[in-house]
Structures are given as C-alpha cells and as structure tokens.
C-alpha cells in the first residue's frame, strides 16, 4: 500500500509508475522513463523512492505496526477476535482514504511474479505483528499465531474488495463481509464428521 500524505513530487511519480506499469509491463518499465513521464528527475526519485520497486511498497513498512497498535488499544473488553477485527476496520479504513491508485496498484502486482512474492512477505510481517499484540493481550501462543493468519486473510480480502468497487463500498463494510463469511463457513462444517473421513 502506498504511504500517507504523499507529496505533490512522490505523487506525479506514482502516477506515472503506475501508467507506465501497466502500459508496459513492470519489468519493462526504467525508473529513467518514469521521471521522464512526470516531468522530474532522477534525483527527485531517489529522494521519495529507492527503486521502481519501491514506488509501490513504500510505505508498506509502517503497516504492521499500524495494525499491532490497533490491536493493543482494542478495548480490554472485547475478546481476541473481535479486537482483531476492530483493528482492521481502523486501520483499513484509515488507509483506504489515502489510496488513490489501490486498484491499478494491485493490477500491476498480479502480472509480476516477483511483486506478488513481496506482497506475500509483506502479508507475512502483518501476520506476526499481529500475532505479537494479540499474545501481549494475553492470548495464548498457538491461538493468536491462528488468528493473525486469518486476520491478515480477511484483511486482504476485504482490502482487494474495496479496491474492486470504492465507489460502492465503505471498507469496514467489506471487513465485515468477510468476516461473516468466514463465520457463515465454519458454522456450516461439521467438523467432527471430518475425522472419518481423513486417511490416515
């Protein structure tokens, strides 16, 4: 996800990274012919950006924190997942207003293998993040590890389902729907019925 408050350069940057990406291809694509398209300079990248790569996942450091906090400050109250959940309604919400190019963003990194593994490593520092604020909130290890991967699911899903129609759809309504679709599916599997069904 691009960072918060972009300036007006690191702006017409992304913009033209993002029309030259999909024009072309991102490995096709030179950090040379992105300045050229917006009008700046070599030097004016390297102050917002360390490469072509990093014009779609700057920021993106600041994601695991952003969520970890949420999570601590969760009211006490509310039991582990429903704290994970209020996080990321807060946290998506809070990045879905500052995401002019989400979905073009998530075009370019379905065509590039090598974006989609750095999309899955970012995912994995969210999951032990979240992971890690859930145990300081006093859930057991092997639980909190179990609910981070499906927070950081549904926070994907509902992130590429804002993304498909903003215009439509607040994200706290797509975390939702996610949720409860997940719910929805665990409460229709019977799952001591699994056991006979398993070869061993």
């Known amino acids: 996800m691009e960072p918060p408050g972009l300036t007006r350069g690191a702006a017409y940057l992304t913009a033209a990274a993002m029309e030259l990406y999909l024009e072309h291809g991102y490995d096709n694509v030179t950090v040379a012919q992105i300045t050229a398209r917006a009008g700046l300079t070599r030097r004016t990248f390297s102050r917002y950006f360390t490469d072509k790569r990093d014009v779609l996942f700057a920021g993106s450091e600041q994601l695991p924190a952003a969520l970890a906090g949420a999570v601590l400050h969760a009211d006490d109250a509310l039991p582990p997942f429903q704290a994970l959940l209020a996080a990321l309604v807060e946290i998506g919400e809070l990045l879905a207003g500052r995401v002019p190019h989400a979905a073009r963003r998530r075009a370019v990194i379905k065509a590039s293998p090598e974006l989609q593994e750095r999309e899955r490593t970012k995912f994995a520092a969210v999951t032990d993040a979240l992971a890690g604020a859930l145990q300081q909130r006093g859930t057991a290890e092997s639980a909190a590890r179990l609910l981070a991967h499906v927070g950081a699911a ?19 309504a797509c975390v939702r729907e996610a949720a409860t679709e997940l719910a929805s599916s665990l ?12 070869r061993t």
Do not use: K, N, V, Y
Not at 154 to 172: G, L, V
Not at 190 to 197: F, N
């Open 154 to 172: 549904i926070f994907q899903t509902a992130f590429e389902r804002w993304t498909d129609q903003p215009e439509h759809a607040d994200f706290s």
């Open 187 to 198: 409460g229709a599997a019977d799952i001591p019925a699994l056991s006979g069904r398993i």
